[in-house]
């Protein structure tokens, strides 16, 4: 009996109209467009503008794309899976609000929450019930509005973070292409490192809370560099030993985006040119959980069907992750 693997089957993501440029962060902190650039490889990011909107409005986006591209029907989905940092509300989930708003019923949904990696995490648990045969369709959504725990007096980070979703399609697959393996680690120890102190149940919302501006990201930049240069490239050099793959084997990285430093240190640890590296930080800067299905979705005309592909990411808490993916479809040429 061959045993199925979860494919992915399809992608699209969705970013805000708005564009944040470094031109115009450099009239809002002290910093400039050379400083950012060299320090990061980021020059713009998306934000989303409107009153009451959040993570779930760029997620329905998305899912709303993913589901006319593949011709599929909300009816079909089993189970849709939202990584997210930063939720519409504490309670319901995300991914609630995204299948109420794209027209999925009487399905399972629910948020994961491991911050930058949450879409590794999810793509892993999203594989599972596809593998199990419990499920036929599962969709996995990463989607974040980080402009709204963003501090904009606070050049360390404000120059960072953008908004934006990513969605794919996970399907079975008995011929040997989708998620071969993954990998997903966490260490709390890196919680004082990298974190939003205010708005939990340790400390909730108070005029206390707010006069400290402890609901916007916190972030100690040198620890989090040297944390995530380590693991996110031990990680990958990892999953790669797993399963005898060397740099010539791997088609493509597919790294979060959060710093072009850390990217290129990952890349040279796996033996990979960064000519077969995913790199859209320049455009969108630090999507969170969206940063791995938006890469997918802008090189998805460059992959082809049977493609090996290494999906890294390190994120707060702290947590990493790295899945190998063989690619189960060529993208048609329009």
């Not at 959504?141 to 953008?162: E, H, N």
């Not at 992959?303 to 707060?316: P, R, S």
Request: hydrophobic letters at 40%; proline letters at 3%.
């Amino acid at each position: 009996m061959t045993h199925s693997k979860a494919s992915i089957t399809g992608v699209y993501g969705y970013v805000p109209d708005y564009i944040l440029t470094n031109a115009e962060l450099e009239k809002m902190v002290d910093t400039n467009d050379e400083w950012i650039v060299s320090r990061t490889g980021i020059k713009e990011r998306h934000i989303l503008k409107g009153e009451g909107k959040g993570s779930s409005h760029m997620g329905a986006e998305a899912v709303k794309g993913l589901l006319q591209k593949t011709n599929t029907s909300p009816q079909e989905i089993d189970l849709l899976i939202c990584a997210t940092t930063t939720p519409d509300f504490v309670f319901p989930c995300t991914a609630n609000l995204i299948c109420d708003m794209v027209g999925i019923r009487n399905v399972g949904s629910f948020d994961i929450q491991a911050a930058c990696s949450g879409f590794l995490y999810a793509l892993t648990m999203g594989s599972q019930f596809i593998e199990t045969g419990k499920y036929k369709k599962v969709i996995v959504v990463g989607a974040d509005k980080m402009s709204a725990i963003v501090d904009y007096t606070d050049r360390t980070t404000c120059i960072l973070f953008g908004d934006g979703a990513g969605a794919v399609l996970l399907e079975a697959d008995e011929t040997g292409y989708g998620v071969l393996d993954t990998l997903i680690r966490s260490d709390g120890a890196g919680q004082p490192f990298l974190n939003q102190k205010g708005g939990g149940s340790r400390f909730p919302p108070s005029h206390e809370t707010i006069e400290k501006r402890m609901h916007y990201v916190y972030q100690d930049g040198p620890q989090v560099f040297k944390f995530a240069v380590k693991n996110m490239a031990d990680i990958s050099a990892e999953i790669m030993e797993r399963n005898n793959l060397k740099g010539d084997d791997v088609a493509w990285l597919v790294p979060h985006q959060a710093n072009k430093r850390i990217i290129e240190a990952t890349a040279h640890r796996m033996g990979v040119g960064m000519n077969k590296v995913m790199l859209n930080i320049h455009k969108y800067g630090n999507t969170t959980a969206a940063t791995i299905p938006l890469c997918l979705w802008d090189y998805e005309s460059q992959l082809n069907k049977g493609d090996n592909l290494i999906l890294a990411a390190f994120g707060g808490g702290f947590t990493w992750a790295a899945t190998y993916v063989k690619w189960a479809y060529d993208t048609e040429q329009s």
